[in-house]
């Protein structure tokens, strides 16, 4: 009996193969396939990525404005306190007679002035007529200033002029208003000459001013000359007088530390100089406050957005148990299965991340614009995040894909 040909064995089974393009494809068709809800499922990923980019342009522009402000104006400011009392509570004022021009000898100081405020009698009042229903008066700090401190605050005159040397070293009762207390006491004008009564004591008013660059508390008072209130109601009581300095940019460190021994050899711990702080650690410090108040709230709306695109993605696993049977019936594998809602979940992320870039950089530009601010986004900051999005979205996807990973296709095509 002839013996049977063996039977050929079967090809070998190839494995089955699914291109990245195919992958992407069926991203694509799926996101596509329910717009709505993709829309807002990338919403949590738009609203992260959008907070995360303004937040970084915001503060690297506040940053560069900040350092702006305080090197003209907070970089060239010294306060100088009297603290002779708290040293030695039998000693005088701590400033001396010609505190004003010795400080005003030291190299880098443009102004500099003795100022505190008057401590008026109980009955003592600023009004505009000595007599008549005016002459009530009103409560107002009147502060004695020498010439040195007002020009330091940078004043802006609306009218007349600043009280000088001249007024201060022969004890002349002149004031100046600030703008707020001139329209009060219905002072407009200085054609007349017009005079403010302090208690009893006249003053004429040589000047009023409608702005300052600092000390914005002139504005509420009335200054008079150091001398002359010293002649009329005695040295500073209370917490003591303070010097103004206003100095040249850069300068301002070294005269603080100069000023006391400049002002008082024998003690100069009887004077305390504060300096300003250093622009570049101020607006590190800001920075780096603003930053990690606002990075946790843009990673709160990153954990929001990834938990929106995992509970979306998991219910579109359910959703499309028999689609994944079918697949896996054909010989598509687990990792196949589970790379495509990888990469429906990373589209989601990636999609929710250009738009929050564009957001975000949109918000920068529009504040500083509203603000005359000159916007400023890193480069790297908009290039990193659509990558954070991609990977939030990928993050997210992980567990629904795994899931769809595991699902049998006779019990997916049985559902």
């Known amino acids: 009996m002839p013996r049977r040909p063996p039977r050929p064995l079967p090809p ?13 494809g069926e991203a694509f068709a799926g996101l596509v396939q329910r717009p709505a809800r993709s829309a807002l499922t990338a919403l949590g990923t738009v609203l992260g990525v959008g907070s995360f980019v303004a937040i970084l342009g915001l503060t690297a522009t506040t940053s560069s404005q900040i350092d702006a402000r305080f090197s003209v104006l907070g970089a060239t400011e010294v306060t100088v306190e009297d603290v002779a009392r708290s040293q030695d509570q039998f000693t005088g004022p701590g400033f001396p007679a010609d505190a004003d021009d010795r400080t005003e000898r030291l190299g880098g100081v443009r102004d500099a002035g003795v100022y505190y405020t008057v401590r008026l009698p109980a009955d003592g009042t600023v009004r505009a007529a000595p007599v008549g229903g005016a002459a009530r008066g009103e409560r107002t700090d009147v502060i004695a200033a020498s010439p040195g401190a007002l020009r ?14 001249y007024h201060s070293g022969t ?14 006491l219905g ?7 017009p005079a403010v009564f302090i208690g009893d004591e006249p003053f004429t008013v040589v000047g ?18 150091r001398t002359t209130a010293e002649e009329i109601w005695g040295p500073p009581q209370g917490d003591g007088a303070r010097m103004l300095i206003a100095t040249e940019l850069g300068a301002a460190q070294q005269v603080a530390r100069l000023v006391p021994t400049a002002l008082r050899p024998d003690h100069p711990e009887y004077l305390k100089a504060v300096a300003p702080p250093d622009p570049r650690s101020l607006r590190t410090n800001v920075s780096s406050d603003l930053g990690r108040l606002f990075l ?3 990673g709160i709306c990153l954990i929001i957005g990834a938990v929106g695109i995992a509970n979306t993605t998991l219910v579109a696993v359910l959703e499309r148990t028999g689609e994944i049977g079918l697949r896996r019936a054909l010989g598509a594998r687990g990792r196949h299965i589970s790379g495509q809602f990888l990469a429906e979940s990373g589209a989601l992320g990636a999609l929710g991340g250009l738009v929050g870039t564009s957001l975000g950089c949109m918000t920068v530009v529009l504040v500083a614009v509203f603000r005359d601010w000159t916007p400023v986004i890193h480069p790297a900051t908009a290039l990193a995040a ?4 991609l990977l939030t979205g990928l ?15 006779a019990e997916a095509l049985r559902r």
Do not use: C, F, H, N
């Not at 002072?187 to 000459?193: G, M, R």
């Not at 009023?208 to 200054?223: F, H, N, P, Q, T």
């Open 171 to 184: 004890r002349q009762r002149v004031a100046v208003l600030g703008a707020a207390v001139a329209a009060r």
């Open 386 to 389: 659509p990558a954070i999005g």
């Open 395 to 409: 993050l997210a996807g992980l567990y629904p894909a795994w899931r769809a990973s595991r699902i049998e296709p």
């Open 152 to 165: 330091a605050a940078v004043p802006r005159i609306d009218r007349g002029r600043l009280y000088d040397a």
């Open 12 to 24: 070998p089974e190839r494995p089955t193969r699914l291109a990245p393009r195919d992958i992407l």
């Open 296 to 298: 946790v709230l843009a």
């Open 208 to 225: 009023i001013i409608g702005d300052v660059e600092r000390k914005a508390d002139l504005l509420l008072s009335v200054m008079v000359p």
């Open 187 to 193: 002072i407009t004008t200085l054609d007349t000459a």
